[in-house]
């Protein structure tokens, strides 16, 4: 069973940024797809961006340019860097797991696991 938690979330104000991180345990990183979703309020996930356990890396068009996703294997741990922050952007953030993604990175019934969510709030 892989577990992941998230943490970095808050509010800050158009323009600027924020970090969200993502701890796994259970399972090594690196031998697991795991990918960012936000959700705003009333809508379904979706996607924003994953890394593939062989390393590819994806990223939604609505943040593709603006926002980083790495990693740190040493520490099982996921990152997203948020820079150029909108209102639009405001949404409860998730980090999710599976075995593998391919083409399926964007859909959330491919992972298997999923965070508690960290709210990220920008005002203008």
């Known amino acids: 069973q892989v577990t992941v938690v998230e943490s970095g979330g808050g509010s800050v104000q158009s323009g600027g940024s924020l970090k969200l991180s993502c701890t796994t345990s259970?399972?090594?990183?690196?031998?697991?797809?795991m990918g960012w979703f936000r959700q705003f309020q009333g809508e379904k996930r979706e996607a924003v961006a994953s890394i593939d356990s062989d390393g590819r890396i994806r990223y939604a068009d609505s943040v593709n340019g603006r926002f980083t996703i790495s990693d740190a294997n040493a520490v099982n741990s996921l990152y997203l860097q948020m820079t150029t922050l909108v209102p639009e952007d405001t949404a409860l953030y998730y980090c999710?797991?599976?075995?593998?993604?391919?083409?399926?990175?964007?859909?959330?019934?491919?992972?298997?696991?999923w965070g508690q969510g960290t709210q990220v709030t920008v005002f203008s």
């Open positions: 259970g399972w090594t990183r690196s031998r697991l797809c």
């Open positions: 999710a797991a599976t075995w593998a993604c391919g083409n399926g990175w964007s859909d959330p019934g491919v992972y298997t696991s």
